[in-house]
């Protein structure tokens, strides 16, 4: 299957910094990627939605201020939590989907491995 | 709006033994696919199953099969012979179709397998 690559897995940074977390298609095009977080033992919240070229769509209560994406490219999307707070802390993951003839969204859905971030 | 519901928290099965994974859904998209994935404790998500709302016969693949019950809006996952690598989470999830294909993934709450040996 696609591999979709998250750089840094973990990272630790103090309470008022940014912090950028990468999202990679390695060996397709991602038109459409989305960025999740997760809580210790809960599910998986979409943030917002990264299309390529375009303003990301945030999903309710997400503050796009804070939580910053970028799609630049097709195969690199990148969310910045800015000014970051200790409850901010969080597993972040990506996903992307590819993309069928005629620009449909298949139903695969490839996951990052995930960004473990820590704000003391 | 989608809902996903998962009402076992956390399963116990023993080794070689079937399990099933219960999820209800909610929606009212006429066209939706089904999902499951698994969670081991590295945080990974990984695709295990697909079913389309419109498909007549139960997805299967390899030691995994998704029970579709589509007027009881139940797509239960259910595991032959297990395994202890399948102590996991197992998250059911949905997506509606529309154009450009299947939008945003809606996650249930999640199920914890232990696999006992």
């Known amino acids: 299957g696609a591999v979709v690559s998250q750089h840094p897995s973990r990272v630790i940074c103090k309470s008022g910094t940014s912090v950028k977390i990468e999202c990679r298609s390695l060996?397709?095009?991602?038109?459409?990627m989305f960025w999740y977080r997760q809580f210790p033992k809960q599910s998986l919240m979409l943030m917002a939605t990264s299309n390529e070229g375009s303003k990301a769509t945030y999903e309710q209560g997400v503050e796009k201020d804070k939580f910053l994406i970028n799609h630049a490219s097709l195969t690199l999307s990148t969310l910045t939590v800015t000014s970051a707070h200790p409850e901010d802390s969080s597993f972040y993951i990506c996903s992307a989907r590819v993309v069928l003839s005629g620009a449909t969204l298949s139903y695969e859905q490839y996951f990052g491995p995930g960004t473990r971030l820590t704000v003391t | 709006a989608q809902k996903i519901t998962q009402t076992q928290p956390g399963m116990f099965v023993q080794e070689k033994e079937a399990v099933t994974l219960d999820c209800t859904y909610d929606t009212s998209d006429p066209s939706y696919g089904l999902f499951w994935y698994k969670q081991p404790s590295s945080g990974e998500m990984i695709f295990l199953i697909y079913?389309?709302?419109?498909?007549?016969q139960n997805a299967t693949e390899g030691r995994y099969s998704l029970n579709f019950q589509k007027a009881r809006k139940s797509a239960n996952l259910v595991i032959s012979a297990s395994q202890l690598g399948d102590s996991a989470m197992y998250f059911c999830?949905?997506?509606?179709?529309?154009?450009?294909?299947?939008?945003?993934?809606?996650f249930g709450t999640g199920t914890k397998l232990q696999v006992i040996p």
């Open positions: 060996d397709f095009q991602a038109t459409t």
């Open positions: 079913q389309g709302s419109y498909d007549q």
């Open positions: 999830a949905m997506s509606p179709w529309a154009s450009g294909g299947y939008q945003k993934v809606t």
